[in-house]
């Protein structure tokens, strides 16, 4: 995960603060139970990119002899194929 956990919790904290200080919404609920399920989402989102990225570095490795003879640019394929990827499967990056 590129982001340590530390810092997802302070964005979830800053987050959660946030929407509150400019009144944007008003808890029903501990302040602490918004942060929790906030960090929650960052936690799970990040992951979900994590498997993306890996299987699109599989789907790659295996059409590896086709990307060097064509001399394509690893990173824009990546990008490409990361973005159909997720297209597919629904995950917003």
């Known amino acids: ?11 979830a904290n800053a987050i959660a ?6 009144g944007l919404v008003k808890y ?4 602490t139970t918004i942060v ?3 960090n929650a989402v960052i936690t799970t989102n990040m992951l979900d ?3 993306l ?3 699109v570095e599989k789907i790659l490795a295996a059409h590896e002899a086709e990307i060097m003879k064509g001399n394509m640019d690893y990173r824009k ?10 297209r597919e499967r629904g995950i917003v990056l």
């Open 17 to 22: 603060s946030n929407l509150e200080s400019r």
């Open 36 to 38: 929790e399920k906030i």
């Open 53 to 55: 990225n890996k299987d």
């Open 1 to 11: 995960m590129r982001l340590s956990k530390d810092l997802i919790q302070h964005l």
């Open 77 to 86: 394929v990546f990008e490409l194929t990361k973005q159909k990827l997720a």
């Open 49 to 51: 990119e994590d498997k």
């Open 28 to 31: 029903d609920v501990p302040k």
